[in-house]
């Protein structure tokens, strides 16, 4: 197989898929696949931060909680705009995301996964428990639907579309991240910290910035959740979303920039078909992402993208397909 | 408010020494990988739910169910580094992969102990033998005494290990430098397989002797991971003293704020604490036995 799509080729199809894909899906699938735009979403964030700064954080879904309830209550409780609650809800838990992440991405190894775990046990048991507030386990119904300049997304059709809009611009916009002079030293720190920092990368202020910007598509996909589903309810956003979204990344490819929507898509696809094993979830996510590590290490992106690297190469003489760091 | 302080106390430092036990596992693994064990409170479930499983469902006289229990967990333990650490360390996998192998990890064991055993809370007899001691106001139960005295005596036997044994050496040696370690032949792997059987031995030395004291479930592994690694922290990751102050001071915070601050959010509150802590004190109050050392793992 001599012939590779290129940059644009991918991208436009995308689009189309994602621009016809509702004709054909019912509505239910329609549902399912928007689902999968918003974990795509905090999935790209995500991706930035572990693939390419080399830090973890088990704490997105608390970020998506946070978002969401901040979008439920200004606007359910106290009558605010959408637009306006959502502004807040971002800059909000980016802001969150600066504080917990300033002091603690200046210490080196993983203490960041440990602190992110922590803070999302936190916002997981006050959101079910601070009942005059987040509405304890009923969560806080009847949230409106998201209107933008006059226009209402108020079929799940439109929600859609807006949720993939803004999975693929974040996307594209992931690109331009990447290849910057940002990016650049972020995968120099990614790849070898002591080297990146001699040559100048600020290599906590890099973290600092790439860590906020992952928290802040996490809350940006919970502010469309609470939306989408006019409902905001903690247990959208307990500890099986973390392991859901590492499964996504590990599955799709770590490392790899469209690993995240393979990912989002097909995981996402998974867990609405479990059916009558839908109590199983965390268990076959685990094991899911667990066997990916030891056997797909690359993900299902890595891995397509170096047999065809392999099968173009090949014919040159060159026996190691080396595989893109830029995927 | 206040009469109830030495009580308080008391209880804190029972519950203390169990995250003493834990960040000295988190701490032996850490020495020798450098990984931060994720799993580490999934042990001291699986010692506490094995045991009760073996004496309250296949029927076993006590002293053979702790027996069992520990055994299966140290095994679990060991095919943990075996089957999923091994490989990932042979393939020089970057260090983030481990963290996610763990979590993985720390996701199976508590669901497959739930298809097993159940998701109820199980518990089995205290140990009796040791009476109850009355100190002061307070009545430590012998359940409590037997936490206390357990503690002490891993604590002892854990330094004696290092510091008389040949593999104990071998051990400590990895810590302080992988590299040179392999060069004067020591076996690093068997090493790092080691680290992981004894944080096994020791999460479930812990499981069985507090379970009896608040019974235990197969969801947790997450709240004593946590605990330990507050508790690691403050002491200086791989300090073993330092490990005894951090549980200490973990089980003490949690015992007052719990009280005193409010029930409703349980966990929650040990965990802002352990938050701030880590915040305020990303280093810890204890020296780590190692310096932060080279990155690769």
Known sequence: ?327 | MIDLLPVLLVNGVVFGAIYAINAIGIGLVYNTTGIINFAQGEFVMLGGMLTAFLFGHVGLPLPFAIIGGVALTVVIGLLTERLFIRPLWRRGAKDWTYVFMLFAVATVLPNLVMLGVGRDPLTFPAFGVLPSVKLGSVMLSSQALWVLLVTVLVFFALQSFFDRTLVGKAMKATAINRRVAAWLGVAVEQMVAMSFGLAALLGAIGGVIFTPLISTQFDAGVSMTLNGFAAAIIGGMGNMRGAIVGGLVIGILQSISTAFISSVYGDAVTYAVLFALLIIWPHGLFRPLIELKNEEI
């Open chain 1, 1 to 327: 197989m001599s012939w590779r799509p290129t940059h644009t080729q991918s991208v436009l199809a995308l689009i189309a898929v994602a621009v016809v894909f509702p004709f054909f899906g019912s509505a239910a699938t329609v549902t399912v696949m928007a689902l999968g735009g918003l974990y795509a979403i905090v999935a790209i964030g995500l991706n930035l931060l572990v693939g390419y700064a080399g830090k973890i954080s088990f704490g997105h879904n608390a970020f998506m909680a946070l978002g969401a309830y901040v979008s439920g209550i200004l606007t359910v409780t106290y009558g605010w705009p959408p637009l306006a609650a959502m502004l807040v809800a971002v800059v909000g838990t980016g802001l969150v995301a600066f504080l917990i992440g300033a002091p603690i991405l200046r210490v080196r190894g993983h203490y960041l996964a440990m602190i992110t775990l922590a803070f999302a046990q936190i916002i997981i048991i006050v959101s079910t428990r601070w009942t005059e507030v987040t509405g304890g386990l009923t969560g806080i119904p009847g949230v409106p639907d998201l209107s933008i300049f006059g226009f209402a997304f108020d079929t799940k059709l439109r929600m859609y579309y807006l949720i993939w809009f803004v999975a693929i611009v974040l996307f594209l916009l992931s690109f331009r991240i990447v290849d910057s002079r940002f990016g650049r030293a972020l995968r120099a720190l990614g790849a070898h910290e002591a080297a990146a920092a001699s040559l100048g990368v600020d290599v906590v202020r890099c973290r600092i910035q790439i860590f906020v910007l992952s928290a802040v598509y996490a809350a940006l996909a919970g502010c469309l959740y609470a939306h989408f589903l006019n409902y905001v309810n903690g247990t959208f956003f307990d500890l099986s979303v973390m392991i859901q979204l590492m499964a996504i990344l590990v599955v799709g490819g770590i490392g790899t920039m469209w690993g995240p929507l393979v990912g989002a898509v097909l995981l996402v696809w998974v867990s609405q078909n479990l059916g009558g094993y839908a109590e199983y979830s965390q268990l076959i996510f685990g094991i899911l992402y667990g066997g990916a590590l030891l056997f797909l290490p690359k993900g299902v992106v890595g891995e397509i993208t170096a047999r065809l690297n392999g099968a173009r190469k090949a014919p040159a003489g060159q026996a190691e397909p080396v595989p893109s760091q830029s995927a």
